[in-house]
Each structure stands twice: as C-alpha cells, then as structure tokens.
C-alpha cells in the first residue's frame, strides 16, 4: 500500500485539477452601497453541449484519517464544484489523466472557508468531509448523456 499525506489546498497546487473558491485576496469590486466585496468570476463552469448548470445539495457522512482510497471518478462532460455549508475543512483528491486513467493522485486538505471546481474530466475521489455534518452545496452538469467514469486502483492508498 501506498502512502499520501494531505498537503494544504492553494491555488498554485490546484490548478491543473480545477479552481480553489475562497474569498483571498482583495475583492475585485465593492457591491451593496460598500459593504460586500464582490470576488468575481473564481471558477471555469463547463455544462457541455447537451447539459446545463444544476445546484444540489450533498450530505455525506464524516470520513476518517487515515483514509483508505479504492477508486477515482470523473466526469467527462462537465465540470463540478463543491461549495461546504459549514467553516469544517475536508479532504480533496484528484488525479491526473496519464493516457485515459488516473495517474498518482494528490490529496489536498481545505482550510475553512474554501470550496472547490473541478474542471471536466479531472479524476477526483470521492466527496470526504471529516466532520459532520458533511453539507455541501454541489453545482454540476444536469443532462441526459451519460457523465460519470469510475477507476479502482489494482492496491489502495492510505490518506493521512
């Protein structure tokens, strides 16, 4: 078995796999009489051309470190962000494509406050919050074709 630790999640890191969504940084504008920092414009959404945006919410029950990865998705006609609902931090993994299937994967560990968009096709583990109660606001493509390709790894990796 392999063995990954989590590094922090930065947008220097992420940004072959997608966009970090946080409030860093000066706002780009001021909104609402001064009072709302507007930070414009944090992510690539991509619906393809048979899908459109949908926001659904997600509740998944709290993980664990070590944690044991068996498998990667992704999503090949669209992008998908995850948005917490709560300041708790959790796990994100991806991967890159090495010739149509994942390549060594990279665990990143968000710090409050921070969501994130994978970009379409970024192999990605599974959502892995490590407090409960695990609610996320999840914007993603809503379409008829199919968009989801799963791998098992031949070994698993231990996360933590």
Not at 49 to 68: H, N, V
Not at 121 to 130: I, K, S
Request: negative net charge; aromatic residues 8%; contains cysteine.
């Amino acid at each position: 078995m392999q063995f990954l630790s989590p590094q922090p999640l930065t947008a220097l890191a992420f940004a072959p796999f997608g966009d970090v969504l946080d409030a860093s940084g000066a706002p780009d504008r001021l909104i609402n009489q001064g009072l709302c920092g507007r930070h414009h414009d944090r992510a690539k959404l991509d619906f393809g051309p048979e899908g459109r945006a949908g926001i659904s919410i997600f509740k998944a029950e709290p993980r664990r470190l070590p944690y044991l990865l068996e498998m990667v998705e992704r999503h090949p006609e669209g992008s998908q962000a995850f948005l917490p609902m709560t300041e708790h931090p959790f796990l994100v993994i991806v991967a890159p494509d090495e010739g149509g299937v994942p390549g060594m994967p990279l665990a990143f560990l968000t710090a409050p406050g921070q969501g994130v968009n994978l970009h379409r096709g970024t192999w990605h583990g599974v959502l892995t919050p490590l407090q409960a109660p695990g609610l996320f606001a999840v914007v993603d493509r809503i379409g008829p074709t199919p968009n989801l390709e799963e791998h098992w790894f031949p070994e698993p990796f231990s996360i933590g």
